[in-house]
């Protein structure tokens, strides 16, 4: 029904209109790609400085897996592989606490008083609301004031505080979605809470807890303002913290190119086959 | 009787929450509150308000302040103008797989915004623009268009086709359908993507400097250098000057999220 209608309104407008409409998307879609594709064109060229067109090749992505230079036999800069190691590790760590964390929190916020689940409500939506450089700052006064050196478990302990509402709020709507008497059925054949929740609780929750779980990583992988401030002096680096040191010093360090080609490759395939999926459900369905 | 206590506790599931309650009252609102203490004491510890003093009479701070609200204004009102077309036409005009479009504007943010922000540096060095203000709008827009487009987007795309069918029907032309029936419909997605433009410009640091070459400073790098190069006692300034975004953001989010509840 409404496919017809809109194929109708569609017919209305001209041809002339449609092509602008069309032209506008993609022009803008070439805009926003343009920096991108800069980025993967200079990853098959050598040269140090970004934007010099030294010819093709595909030193730097050999560069990048081998950890030095084969023609010049000189090192590819350690602290990039450290930062890649941390950014995954603290990554994967901050993600699955959020996710526990912030699950259990959806089931208790779901079957709380009116009362507190507003309060609750209110206070999981400020790390959403407050910019990063709030939220670096606050958690930066906080450990200075509490004496807490800064380092890895700041870091960490920082991106839960960001990544928990976003896994509370995924998790919520499969909760209204969920049998409500089904844990109370479990507790009376006798299962404990965890059992409950492990066994019956968590295959209806789980869509949710995933999809909290990879935005988790997103966030924290792309986090650079809250980082900044709670990761120390101590050399701690994320990808993101270790750009901007590399900017500011002037040079960008070349197998950065590469780095970000394959992994905007992997996520543009990811994106492809998960929309082929969702493809081949609709037309089951249909 | 101890122990039927304790599984009533741990049976009431909202005791589940309580963990995640903690951790918001000392790692979110005890952050937050110390921004208020140090920005209302010295170095020392004593109450004063010598740290907005200093603001409100240093010429430098006052005016990147007002500077970095003109240029969070201007970029929203540019993401809006280009955002708004391009969410309207992915919405309601015919494409097979309107989802793939909304995914292509999405899928740039995967890529580390400072190495965007760098290529786009490169992008105006290839064509022999020079690095400025320009610049600065540009990357700023760059960033956080999708921001605009994505809610604008949601809430074109859940409106009721028969609404303006309706108003079709009853006579009223294109122009008319547009401006008395898809815009008010659709504002609270632009209150949304204004707060989620609005709120990250004029919060940035990093971006201005990568962008202008260290030539523009917002708001957002004063607060930074206060808190890195500025030592321990530029700290209660800092925090100043943290507070002041901060009711700046409360405002900003109180007013959109208001906007959006009536339109509800």
Redesign the interface.
Known sequence: M?EN???S??EKRGLGE?II??A??WL??V??????L??IIFSFTKSKV??NWEGFTLGLYQNLFTGYDVATNVQVDPNLYRAIFFTVIIALIAAVISTI??T??????????PR?RKA?TF??S??M??????TG??????F??LGISRGFGTVV??H??FC?PYV?LSVLPRLSKMDPNI?EAA?DLGAT?FQALRKVMMPELWPGMISGFILSL?LSI?D??VT??TKGSNGLET??TF??AD??KGG?TPE?RPL?SL??LT??IL?IIM?IRTHKQQNKTT | MKSSKLRMVLQSRSTWAWPYALFLVCLVLLPLILIGVYAFTDPEGHFTIQNFVSFFTKSEAINTFIYSIAIALITTIICLLLGYPAAYIMALAEFKTPQVMAMLFILPMWINFLLRTIATVELFHMFGLPLGEGALLFGMVYDFLPFMIYPIYNTLQKMDMNLIEAAHDLGANRMQVFTKVTLPLSLSGIYSGIVMVFMPTVSTFAIAELLTHNKVTLFGSLIQRSFGEGGIGMWNYGAALSLIMLIIIGLTSFFGGDKEDINR
């Open positions: 409404l209608y809109k194929k309104k569609i449609r409409a069309h506008y998307l803008l879609l805009v926003l790609y343009a920096p991108i800069l980025i970004f934007g964390l912030g259990l929190a959806a089931i208790g916020i779901y079957y709380m008083h507190g609750l206070l999981n400020i790390p609301i407050n910019p990063d450089i709030l700052i606050s958690l930066f006064l906080l200075v004031f302990a920082a839960v505080v928990t509370v844990y507790l809470p997103t792309d650079f303002g900044f401030f990808l993101s750009i901007y900017a500011r960008l950065l970000f992994i905007f996520i543009l994106l929309n």
